[in-house]
Antibody
Framework: QVQLQQWGAGLLKPSETLSLTCAVYGGSFSGYYWSWIRQPPGKGLEWIGEINHSGSTNYNPSLKSRVTISVDTSKNQFSLKLSSVTAADTAVYYC?????????????????????WGQGTLVTVSS | QSALTQPASVSGSPGQSITISCTGTSSDVGSYNLVSWYQQHPGKAPKLMIYEVSKRPSGVSNRFSGSKSGNTASLTISGLQAEDEADYYCCSYAGSFHVVFGGGTKLTVL
């Protein structure tokens, strides 16, 4: 059974850097891309970005300038850093297992869906 | 990247069927069969209900089904039950290794 457990600071001041880590237990770590997704209070979900075991990343263009996602394969962990936070970054942040790449009749197939999620971390930005 | 468009709310009585729409563009929903749907109860993490437009993960009730026509995907819940009351989100691959979510739909079981 795959489990994702996340942690990090829950209260930040404007201009500080948000830092969260997600540990993956069970299943394959190398066979997937691992994502961060956030949800402002009372609002919808927003994909932040993804990383694989090799460190290959993709980011939401709207956040790309402030986001860094990194991986520690020795611990099956991946991390999120979001710099220069403002009140607009206040949200519940989730880690999730996402994109998987398979070979179908010799052709690469990328499939996108999030089947395992962390418990969520509320990050509040306030002076 | 713009969020996919979902109705803010839908409602139905127990036993009835409801459908939630998710409208995107020819760059996301219309171009890829990579639409997924998530159920979220208050204070909980989202749960995958449908992937690749119409596939159900193991353990998800067959009362949940998905479809797509053009730039619009749909989630249908048949035989509504009180436990189905939740927020529902669609998600689509949007090209260039990005995904986009819908704004969410609140389902009320009357």
């Amino acid at each position: 059974q795959v489990q994702l457990q996340q942690w990090g600071a829950g209260l930040l001041k404007p201009s500080e850097t948000l830092s969260l880590t997600c540990a993956v237990y069970g299943g394959s770590f190398s066979g997937y891309y691992w994502s961060w997704i956030r949800q402002p209070p009372g609002k919808g979900l927003e994909w932040i970005g993804e990383i694989n075991h090799s460190g290959s990343t993709n980011y939401n263009p709207s956040l790309k300038s402030r986001v860094t996602i990194s991986v520690d394969t020795s611990k099956n962990q991946f991390s999120l850093k979001l710099s220069s936070v403002t009140a607009a970054d206040t949200a519940v942040y989730y880690c999730a297992r996402g994109r998987r790449i398979t070979m179908v009749r010799g052709v690469r197939k990328d499939t996108y869906y999030f089947d395992y999620w962390g418990q969520g971390t509320l990050v509040t930005v306030s002076s | 990247q713009s969020a996919l468009t979902q109705p803010a709310s839908v409602s139905g009585s127990p036993g009835q069927s409801i459908t939630i729409s998710c409208t995107g563009t020819s760059s996301d929903v219309g171009s890829y069969n990579l639409v997924s749907w998530y159920q979220q109860h208050p204070g909980k993490a989202p749960k995958l209900m449908i992937y690749e437009v119409s596939k159900r993960p193991s353990g998800v009730s067959n009362r949940f089904s998905g479809s797509k026509s053009g730039n619009t995907a749909s989630l249908t819940i048949s035989g509504l039950q009180a436990e189905d009351e939740a927020d529902y989100y669609c998600c689509s691959y949007a090209g260039s290794f990005h995904v986009v979510f819908g704004g969410g739909t609140k389902l009320t079981v009357l």
